[in-house]
């Protein structure tokens, strides 16, 4: 068998190949890091998303095997440096002015004067950025963006942003506004993870008020403290940024992994915690035989009716859609559901509070009900041994030897939001056996999982069992 590093390395290079030969075939070249990110013509490309995967999960996995670990180990450990430098550059506008300069780039001093900032500062940051890969030092002390960079490009003129700054990132494409969330509030409650979590007193805690966010910012919830007056700039940042999360993350397997096509018709969704309903959107679009019911807060009800009126009228008025408040730690007053449709609602929730939702819709289920979330499943690190295989949809594909069978990093997507919602709820991403425990108890067993390729973000359906 071949050594790890060998097997490794041919499995980038027989990856590169693939790329290079589809790029080709294709007529274009793979994208240069020196141009600005645009979506390229093969991004829906699934064949080809496995193959970036396994080049990306072999060349991190070389990497780690092959540098010495303690290096490893003080890299990672000062890491914090990237979130903090990435602040400051997006506060400063300077991929926005980067853009404004052109190909050629700015000198530091030009960068300084502009964005406001020491040049020589500025100029370390985007020393220490570039040496990551995030803009390009092009000359000594001349910087300027290159593709990763220019995803922190709100594309606006610095003018227009100057003019109106709390409006930044209204109408963008809501990455920069993630990236800002995730460097300031974010990077400022992380910093109490410890305390939190080596506190005897409420390491297992499952409320949100004893949050590590709660505590860093010492009051209540995030959504409250972005309520607070003097936070509206990072309310409207907060809600560019969900807007750019939900663009940037697929919703997976919503339209495939479950047999939409075999509910009756006219069978009812009732699309719980659904938002304004874009899920129901994106279902109806597909699936019009079935009718929607999206239960909601009321001022999120009053914006779902203003959004269907514009996104597909007729719906609303034939009955299709209609939008209810509903709070869900209450009785569900629907009894004819085919399905309780759950879109990112249990991962806002410790198992104690996820319960009770849980537990309510099987109060009001028919035995034919189907319960189904539309969530990020968290792959294990290391191998199953087959204890889920009673699950249909539970196995992984299988990773190539020597990679990890969630491919590493491939999986951060939902690692790192499985610690977003740690940090931010005392909440969870959960795992297979983290579904099944959190529905044991509530008449739910789960079912099947369906899953697409390039996405984390599964389809997980539960069947009713006895009570
Ligand atoms: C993460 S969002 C998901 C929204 C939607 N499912 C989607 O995927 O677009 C969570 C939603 O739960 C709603 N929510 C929170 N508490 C609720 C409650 N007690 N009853 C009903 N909805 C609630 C919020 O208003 C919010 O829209």
């Not at 499995?11 to 141009?35: C, M, N, Q, R």
């Not at 919703?251 to 018709?265: E, H, I, N, R, V």
Request: proline share 7%.
């Amino acid at each position: 068998m071949a050594t790890p590093l060998s097997a490794l390395s041919k499995l980038i290079s027989s990856g590169i190949v693939t790329i290079e030969s589809t790029y080709a075939k294709h007529g274009a070249d793979f994208p240069s890091i020196d141009e600005p990110f645009r979506p390229g013509p093969l991004d829906g490309d699934e064949a080809l998303s496995e193959t970036v995967d396994i080049v990306i999960a072999a060349a991190a996995q070389l990497i780690a095997l092959i540098k010495p670990a303690p290096r490893t180990m003080i890299e990672s450990a000062c890491l914090f440096h990237v979130p903090a430098t990435l602040l400051v550059v997006e506060n400063a506008h300077v991929a926005e002015t980067l853009r404004e300069a052109g190909p050629q780039g700015l000198h530091i001093k030009d960068i300084g004067e502009r964005c406001g900032v020491d040049p020589q500062k500025v100029g370390r940051i985007l020393r220490y950025l570039a040496t990551n890969h995030i803009f390009s030092e092009i000359a000594p002390d001349v910087f300027a963006n290159n593709r990763i960079s220019s995803v922190l490009d709100t594309g606006k003129s610095v003018a227009v942003i100057k003019a109106d700054p709390i409006a930044k990132h209204d109408n963008t494409s809501g990455l920069p506004a993630l990236v800002s969330h995730c460097t300031d509030e974010m990077m400022k409650a992380v910093v109490h993870l410890a305390d939190n979590v080596l506190d005897p007193n409420i390491t297992s805690s499952q409320e949100i008020t004893q949050s590590v966010f709660s505590r860093a910012f010492n009051q209540g919830p995030p959504f409250e403290f972005f309520e607070k007056p003097g936070n509206e700039f990072r309310l409207r940042r907060f809600g560019a940024g969900m807007h750019g999360m939900s663009m940037a993350f697929s919703t997976g397997a919503l339209l495939t992994g479950f047999d939409w096509k075999s509910l009756p018709q006219d069978a009812l969704v009732v699309d719980v915690g659904g938002g304004v309903g874009s899920s129901s959107l994106q279902l109806l679009k597909h699936y019009p035989q079935l009718r929607f019911v999206i239960q909601e807060k009321p001022k999120v009800v009053e914006d779902g009716k203003k959004f269907w009126e514009h996104a597909d009228p007729e719906a609303l008025k034939s009955g299709r859609v209609e939008l209810k408040v509903h709070d869900f730690f209450e009785p569900q007053p629907i009894k004819d559901a085919a399905v309780f449709f759950l879109r990112f609602i249990t991962h806002d929730w410790p198992d104690k509070y996820a319960k009770q939702i849980l537990k309510h819709l099987r109060a009001s289920a028919l035995p034919s009900t189907k319960l189904i979330f539309n969530d990020f499943l968290v792959p294990y690190a290391g191998p199953t041994k087959g204890q889920f295989s009673d699950i249909s949809g539970s196995e992984m594909p299988r990773a190539p030897y020597p990679l990890m069978p969630n491919l590493g990093t491939v999986s951060n997507q939902s690692v790192m939001a499985d610690m977003q919602m740690m940090v931010s709820f005392n909440a969870l991403e959960r795992t297979i056996g983290q579904f099944i425990s959190l529905v044991e108890g509530t008449g739910w067993r789960l079912k099947s999982i369906g899953r697409s390729s390039g996405s984390s973000v599964c389809l997980m359906v539960f069947e009713t069992v006895a009570i």
